[in-house]
């Protein structure tokens, strides 16, 4: 009991490698994490009076003596893995990691704890491990805090600070194929060029000249390959869901694979809607869908409700109580521009062929994933009857609690704060919701479209002349 006592003080988190034995000649088997620092010292942040302290390194050096494994421990503590990646950025995604930050891009690696906001008119679009996939738009931020490998169910834990954040978990159902051009066309050309549409170009025949003039078939041939590719990865991942838990300032969203829009406007209300298979263009799934739940805020508030799909629900700004939203055009708007997004899809497929694998094993051996892949196993996220709780589940218990406790707290501070400024007569400024949110990604569809029509070429024939798509033949001919 001694040495568990200690080992809580020195701060372990998971101790799923560790036990607690009566008899101390027997020692816990020696794990080391790919990736992970052989040094405990963080030397970038010491407190140079304590460190240089000799009453304290003696104090701390007793309790030390006691416990062989501190070292193993507190580095096990400080191991942070992997959350996910940077799929696409335009503008400035600005990375915090630790008290330093960044600007992320394509394939930027993304720690537990790590913070991304969108800059200015900025978006971004962000892969998990897992294949959930969140975009970003301007002026949003999110905060990753906990990227789980369990045996049954893999596990996040994430806060939306503010903005407009799509959040998509992946499903093994196929997409209902639309000769309709994407919407979300502000990342085109993609980094990743395997997953944009590649132009149906049809052969010249003197026997067919009208299959030559007819339209092609891109976007039905980009859907077959989207499947195609979500088919073979389906593979992989054996219907392993993840249970994903979205903490946001007044109340909190949790449940196995949910799809998810979420505009969090600081100091004011939060609106969110979770997306049905048919929303997201895919196949109907016979299966029952997964719930989706919500916790509002309050010390003694216990009660998780559940929230019905394509429906917008507005919480108000103390987080005790929501409803369905009424006006909702302006968020329609917003919405419209994740409609169709078979690129960004095919991209997650890519990823997560590329880096997944590890999330998605069928039997687990907690050394070989921490030597190997530098994650640590936990259980299953349900017990059996009579079963002991896994520790999946005490931590969800935990974070429940947790989050709702302090995010009350923040609540509280913050509306005190408000009532101050207003009483000496000044205004607390808060975030509104706007077109800032959609307006750049909707001038760049537009505009995209713009484009195709003037490809179309002769209206009579159907040919594609170069006055329409040759700058510089235009210019050789003095054509403006």
């Given amino acids: ?51 240089l302290s000799f009453k304290d390194w003696k104090e701390e050096s007793d309790i030390r003596d006691q416990v062989p494994e501190w ?4 580095r096990e503590r400080n191991h942070k893995e992997i959350a996910g990646r940077i799929y696409q950025c335009v503008g400035i995604c600005r990375v915090d990691h630790g008290e330093s930050f960044f600007n992320g891009s394509y394939r930027t690696g993304l720690y537990e704890g790590d913070e991304v906001q969108t800059v200015g008119d900025s978006y971004a679009w962000i892969f998990l491990l897992d294949g959930t996939m969140i975009r970003l738009s301007p002026q949003s931020s ?30 093994e159902n196929s997409f209902k194929p639309v000769d309709v ?16 549409p590649v132009t149906d170009k049809k052969p010249y025949i003197e026997d067919d000249l009208i299959e030559l003039v007819s339209k092609p078939n891109t976007n039905m041939n980009h859907y077959k390959n989207l499947n195609e590719k979500v088919q073979a990865n389906n593979k992989m991942t054996k219907g ?48 029952s869908p997964n719930d989706l739940f919500l916790q509002m805020r309050g010390y003694d508030n216990k009660t998780l409700n559940t929230i019905q799909e394509d429906t917008w629900i507005t919480v108000d700004e103390k987080g ?64 059996k009857e009579g079963e002991k709780k896994s520790d999946l589940e005490l931590r969800l218990e935990f974070l429940k609690e947790y989050f709702r406790r302090v995010e009350t707290t923040n609540l509280l501070a913050s509306s005190r704060f408000k009532e101050r400024l207003e009483g000496r007569g000044e205004k607390a400024l808060t975030m509104e919701y706007g077109d800032y949110f959609y307006v750049k990604a909707l001038h760049l569809y537009y505009q995209y479209g713009e484009k195709l029509r003037d490809k179309t070429g002769d209206k009579e024939t159907g040919e594609v002349l170069n006055s329409t798509t040759k700058l510089l033949w235009k210019k050789m001919n003095g054509i403006r």
């Fill in 1 to 51: 009991m001694k040495w568990m006592i200690l080992t809580l003080a020195l701060g372990l988190t998971s101790s799923f490698f560790f036990e607690v034995h009566a008899d101390e000649s027997v020692k816990p088997a020696k794990v080391e994490f790919r990736g992970q620092k052989e040094s405990v010292t963080d030397w970038g942040n010491l407190p140079v009076e304590s460190f």
């Fill in 71 to 74: 070292e193993k421990i507190i």
């Fill in 142 to 171: 999110i905060t990753f805090n906990e990227f789980n490998i369990g045996i049954k169910e893999n596990f996040i834990s994430a806060r939306v600070n503010a903005g407009n954040i799509l959040w998509l978990s992946r499903h």
């Fill in 181 to 196: 051009r994407e919407t979300d066309i502000s990342f085109f050309p993609y980094s990743e060029y395997e997953s944009l």
């Fill in 240 to 287: 392993k869901p993840t249970y994903a838990f979205i903490v946001m300032p007044n109340s909190t969203l949790m449940g196995l694979s949910p799809s998810v829009e979420i505009v969090a406007l600081v100091g004011g209300k939060t609106f969110f809607k979770k997306r049905s298979d048919e929303t997201m263009g895919l196949e109907k799934n016979d299966d």
């Fill in 320 to 383: 005790r109580n929501y409803a369905q939203e009424s006006d909702v055009r302006r968020l329609d708007v917003g919405e419209f521009i994740t409609k169709r997004i078979p690129s960004i899809m095919h991209g997650r497929e890519i990823f997560l062929e590329r880096y997944s694998e590890f999330a998605f094993r069928e039997k687990y051996d907690p050394l070989i994933l921490a030597k190997n892949d530098g994650y640590r196993l936990w259980g299953a996220l349900t017990s």
